[in-house]
């Protein structure tokens, strides 16, 4: 396994696959992995010739008064998992280099990036959006890999991609989760015990709207009613903060009256001091 440092080293790997006839699969992480990360990289590897993983802890995602300090890096343990799964190259950029002095051009995703986490974290997507564009820009990829935990995210990338025509190809993996239901992120690791237990509290919240939502014929549509069973659950633990409960178009995360195939539920709260988000689509 090969790890790059430069953009145009990058450029030079993926091209000379592509001539040999190989499809190039790019995971994109910011390093801290997890078996969600892993998940992503089992999917490129079973459709790609090759595949990158990035790690790159983006500054320009973070606001002001964020973890981007404390934001757990363990770069020799993420290397030594994605060489045990067989990834080809990592791509680990200095700030610098994704940066370089006097840069000045970003990526605005205009009305979704104000919306869900967008709204909570004011210019989080702006940073988002640009830093995965220079790095399609610079792994010229045919596929790239998200994860559904992230569905806000993904939204506001499909947008970028389909209106700056780029030529690669987003694939969504499902939520992967540990063994009692929470959804797997790299920031769980900033739960203290309690937190950890109270943190659970929003997979059974989710649990508990999508259980009322199937029911055959007679499940409740109405996004009010299901807001309110999501937060009628999580307030069996008041420690637990709300930031936002949503029922929206996963394509626009604009909010529907009435949920239906395809609606995104999503919710994010605070659990302690962490910022822990989830969802599931009808």
Not at 67 to 74: I, N, S, W
Not at 104 to 129: I, Q
Not at 184 to 213: G, H, K, P
Request: aromatic share 6%; glycine share 6%; net charge negative.
């Amino acid at each position: 396994m090969r790890v790059i440092r430069t953009v145009g080293e990058l450029r030079v790997w993926s091209r000379e696959a592509r001539k040999a006839g190989l499809e190039v699969g790019l995971v994109p992480t910011m390093g801290a992995l997890h078996e969600g990360h892993i998940s992503l990289v089992r999917a490129a590897k079973a459709s790609c010739g090759v595949v990158a993983a990035s790690i790159f802890v983006n500054p320009t995602q973070f606001g002001p008064n964020e973890d981007f300090a404390k934001y757990p890096r363990t770069f020799e343990a993420d290397c030594a998992l994605l060489e045990a799964e067989g990834v080809d190259v990592v791509f680990a950029p200095a700030a610098e280099e994704m940066y370089p002095a006097g840069a000045s051009t970003f990526v605005e995703v205009e009305g979704l990036s104000d919306r869900l986490d967008g709204k909570s974290r004011p210019g989080h997507f702006r940073g988002v959006a640009t830093v995965v564009a220079k790095l399609f820009i610079a792994a010229e990829p045919d596929r790239a890999y998200f994860g559904q935990k992230d569905a806000a995210q993904v939204a506001v990338l499909r947008r970028m991609v389909a209106d700056l025509l780029l030529p690669v190809e987003l694939v969504v993996c499902p939520i992967v989760r540990e063994p009692d239901g929470l959804a797997m992120s790299s920031r769980n690791r900033y739960l203290s015990t309690e937190e950890r237990r109270q943190a659970l509290v929003l997979s059974r919240a989710l649990d508990a709207v999508e259980a009322v939502a199937a029911v055959a014929a007679v499940g409740e549509r109405s996004a009010e009613v299901l807001i309110a069973v999501a937060r009628a659950n999580i307030a069996d633990e008041p420690a637990v903060r709300v930031d936002y409960i949503a029922a929206v178009d996963w394509a626009t995360l604009e909010p529907v009256p009435e949920a239906g195939p395809g609606t995104l539920f999503a919710v994010a709260a605070w659990v302690g001091r962490t910022r822990l988000i989830d969802n599931f689509v009808l």
